[in-house]
């Protein structure tokens, strides 16, 4: 997949041929500075400057949101920063200016983003980004709620090994035997209760879905819709590209977990599901 321990491989889509390549090395040529590059006289379109983003990655967490930004990285009309700003949930008080200054420069025309999953979960971020602009195009990764809450724990336990099994964890501490909704890895995957908050503040049609499962199935299929999304040109898979390994923190082996469990959380995820089914106009399929 992706860590290249694991199963996803990057180069299931084979998203760039050498003329991909081309392209944004040539952009990599202006955005260095080369003399004469940058100070076209005719043409603004070689002037590369920092702008605000257009479109953000917002979620969810574990859906598969690193993998969406390396593919959409590929694209010579997109330019992403590669790391998580947290600005809107963590350090909105930088300011605005600040966040520009995150941002890569982008030439005319090419669509400036990034992706920080937990903007979808935080209840301040939708208002702030409106704030910051009421155009700008979101995008979630969603994915099966049960198996992004164990992705989830199994990064938990990879970094404190010391914490209790996930079994007795998704038990409410104060009313016995009753889930905990509200611990992390099970509220993040309220998904109705999230994409509702940001439905306040912006249309449906502003929102692009994506599947996770989808991603690893089709990602040719996937990523096209989300090029349409943003108003670009479908870029196509063709030729052969090296693997692009995600790191170690992808396509991890999953904690085991008792299989009653599971299909408790199932069941509690039913409607919820159900509900983020009817809010998004799709079937996602989960189980
Ligand atoms: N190509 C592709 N398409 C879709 N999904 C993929 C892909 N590659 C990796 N993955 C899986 O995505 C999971 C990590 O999700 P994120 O990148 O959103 O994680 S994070 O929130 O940034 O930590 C992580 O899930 P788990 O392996 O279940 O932990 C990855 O395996």
């Known amino acids: 997949?992706?860590?290249?321990?694991?199963?996803?491989?990057?180069?299931l889509l084979r998203l760039t041929g050498w003329l991909v390549w081309m392209l944004n090395n040539l952009q990599t040529l202006a955005f260095s500075g080369l003399p004469g590059l940058e100070s076209n006289s005719s043409g603004k379109e070689w002037t590369a400057a920092?702008?605000?983003?257009?479109?953000?990655?917002?979620?969810?967490?574990?859906?598969?949101?690193?993998?969406?930004?390396?593919?959409l990285r590929?694209?010579?009309?997109?330019?992403?920063?590669?790391?998580?700003?947290?600005?809107?949930?963590?350090?909105?008080?930088?300011?605005?200016?600040?966040?520009?200054?995150?941002?890569?420069?982008?030439?005319?025309?090419?669509?400036?983003?990034?992706?920080?999953?937990?903007?979808?979960?935080t209840q301040e971020t939708p208002a702030r980004v409106h704030?910051?602009?009421?155009d700008v195009k979101l995008i979630v990764v969603v994915r099966d709620p049960v198996s992004r809450a164990i992705s989830d724990y199994t990064q938990i336990i990879s970094k404190t090994?010391?914490?209790?099994?996930?079994?007795?964890?998704?038990?409410?501490f104060f009313s016995l035997g009753q889930i905990d909704s509200l611990w992390s890895p099970l509220w993040i995957g309220l998904y109705?209760?999230?994409?509702?908050?940001?439905?306040?503040?912006?249309?449906?049609?502003?929102?692009?879905?994506?599947?996770?499962?989808?991603?690893?199935?089709?990602?040719?299929?996937?990523?096209?819709?989300?090029?349409?999304?943003?108003?670009?040109?479908?870029?196509?898979?063709e030729g052969s590209s090296k693997p692009h390994c995600l790191g170690k923190t992808k396509?991890?082996?999953?904690?085991?977990?008792?299989?009653?469990?599971?299909?408790?959380l199932r069941d509690f995820y039913k409607p919820h599901n159900q509900r983020f089914y009817q809010l998004a106009g799709q079937d996602f399929g989960w189980q």
Request: hydrophobic fraction near 40%; charged fraction near 25%.
């Open 1 to 11: 997949k992706v860590g290249c321990h694991a199963k996803t491989s990057f180069d």
């Open 50 to 71: 920092r702008r605000l983003p257009q479109a953000l990655i917002i979620g969810v967490k574990k859906g598969g949101t690193r993998a969406l930004l390396e593919f």
């Open 74 to 121: 590929l694209h010579p009309d997109i330019r992403a920063l590669g790391s998580e700003p947290h600005f809107f949930d963590r350090h909105y008080a930088r300011g605005l200016d600040w966040y520009r200054s995150m941002m890569p420069k982008a030439l005319d025309g090419q669509i400036v983003m990034e992706k920080t999953p937990r903007y979808f979960v």
């Open 131 to 134: 704030a910051m602009s009421q």
């Open 161 to 172: 090994p010391d914490i209790p099994p996930f079994e007795s964890l998704y038990i409410s």
């Open 192 to 237: 109705a209760q999230h994409l509702e908050r940001w439905l306040s503040w912006f249309p449906r049609s502003q929102i692009h879905l994506v599947s996770g499962e989808r991603l690893i199935s089709d990602p040719a299929g996937e990523l096209g819709k989300v090029q349409d999304f943003l108003g670009l040109q479908r870029i196509k898979p």
């Open 251 to 264: 396509g991890r082996t999953h904690a085991s977990i008792n299989p009653e469990v599971m299909q408790r």
